[in-house]
């Protein structure tokens, strides 16, 4: 299968393309511009191909994929990191155009179905918890928000008036090796070993749940074979909730670091009080027990890439 991946240099894509790389009959391809992905986490492997391009520029996009005839393509690219999407607008607006250039360009040339990276952002603050895929209210306010409930629409309505399958990933906070410091668990890390202060917004009461690398890329990359996950919306994440001040005081106690805890004043925007995502049918079909976060973090810590 050839099967290429958007915003393939980062965190989450890269990860992805080495769970695809296993198997060897997949032939996977990244495309990245570089903006917020990392040239060091694209996969060394015979059957990976990287090509720097941005998908928001049709004649940059267009000719790899009517070249190569993809079977597949997970649609990842996209501006990341709460303040980077804050100070950003319109640049996190633009994405738009790259979500339309995937899904004409797919249409065309004989995708069988496209995977969407949607966000846990798209609810907005949560009216109740769990937040379920089929009956809590998409309350997006912010440009990143909106762009993925957007997105969303357009991965619908192309499926109902051109045919073009889709499934969709609703990513909850994910950590693991190689994640940049935009985000909070690989942040807490870096400053914990090297004993420097570690800040939080608020009080720290702000509360998230933590989804380990292995544990999304597992349950993404066996949707691609999985005919259950045709045309559906999945919440991707972990259930465990977690206060930020509890993972910084976990994270100091797991390093054996000195750092204190700083407290900011709260975000204005991008720092939604709770979250917590209801996986239920996302359990169903991994089919194991989810990695909870102080086994995942010593996962990280042992792989030393952060």
């Known amino acids: 299968m050839k099967i290429l991946i958007t915003g393939g240099a980062g965190f989450v ?4 393309a080495e769970k695809l790389l296993e198997n060897p009959d997949n032939y996977v391809v990244l495309v990245d ?43 990842y690219a996209a501006i990341v ?23 004409d360009l797919a249409k065309s040339t004989g995708v069988k179905r496209v995977f969407f990276s949607s966000s846990s952002e798209v609810y907005g603050e949560p009216v109740h918890l769990p937040q379920n895929e089929s009956t809590t209210p998409l309350n997006s306010r912010l440009p990143y928000a909106v762009v993925k409930n957007v997105g969303e629409a357009y991965f619908r309505s192309y499926q109902q008036e051109y045919g073009l399958d889709y499934t969709i990933f609703r990513f909850f906070n994910t950590y693991g090796p190689n994640q940049s410091e935009d985000f909070v ?36 990359v066996s949707s691609l074979t999985n005919p259950e996950t045709i045309n559906q919306v999945y919440n991707v994440g972990n259930d465990i909730i977690s206060p930020i001040k509890d993972v910084a005081e976990l ?13 900011l004043p709260p975000l204005k925007d991008g ?8 996986i239920t049918k996302m359990k169903t079909l991994l089919n194991r027990e989810l990695i909870t976060l102080e086994a995942g973090l010593e996962k990280v810590l042992k792989a030393g890439r952060f």
């Open 185 to 220: 668990i690989s942040k807490f890390l870096r400053l914990a070993l090297k004993n420097q202060d570690i800040t939080i917004y608020g009080d720290g009461s702000q509360t998230r749940t933590f989804c380990y690398i292995d544990d999304n890329t597992d349950f993404c």
């Open 271 to 278: 720092d939604m009080t709770r979250r917590q995502p209801d």
């Open 33 to 75: 511009n570089f903006l917020t992905g990392r040239p060091e986490n694209i996969p060394i492997h015979p059957n990976c191909k990287f090509i720097k391009a941005d998908v928001n520029q049709l004649d940059q996009i267009s000719p790899i994929m009517c070249s190569y005839q993809f079977d597949y393509v997970f649609h």
């Open 81 to 103: 990191g709460v303040l980077r999407t804050l100070d950003f607008p319109v640049s996190v607006l633009e994405d738009i155009q790259g979500i339309k250039n995937v899904l």
């Open 251 to 263: 994270i100091i106690k797991m390093t054996g670091s000195s750092s204190k805890l700083v407290h």
């Open 13 to 16: 894509p890269s990860s992805t």
